[in-house]
């Protein structure tokens, strides 16, 4: 399983990003997809995810300014972010459920300057 993210950035504090992530090889067995970021000197977090039935979770901190959905094929999943913030700054992984395993993509540089 291979997994191309890109879209991120540098941008101003308010401004909007929009990541993707495509998945291939063999993911008949995708469960979920999900964005996790790695803030400087924080530990990994969950950003969002959704299920193959759509269900959608957020971390507290983004709830109403992020926005995570799948494009039409399924094999990729977007991660809007609206109203960004200095705090929002680190560098985002896209990450897939196939099965028990999961697979996870380079990650992708988003900084916010205030």
């Known amino acids: 399983v291979q997994l191309q993210a890109s879209g991120g950035g540098l941008v101003q504090a308010g401004g909007s990003l929009r990541l993707s992530c495509t998945a291939s090889?063999?993911?008949?067995?995708?469960?979920?997809m999900a964005w996790y970021r790695h803030p400087p000197g924080l530990q990994r977090e969950l950003v969002a995810s959704?299920?193959?039935?759509?269900?959608?979770t957020y971390r507290d901190s983004v709830k109403g300014r992020f926005t995570i959905s799948r494009g039409n094929a399924e094999n990729t999943v977007y991660l809007q972010m609206n109203s960004l913030k200095p705090e929002d700054t680190a560098v985002y992984y896209c990450?897939?459920?196939?099965?028990?395993?999961?697979?996870w993509g380079q990650g992708t540089q988003v900084t916010v300057s205030s």
């Open positions: 990450s897939v459920l196939i099965g028990p395993r999961d697979f």
């Open positions: 090889g063999s993911i008949y067995r995708l469960n979920r």
């Open positions: 959704i299920t193959i039935g759509s269900t959608t």
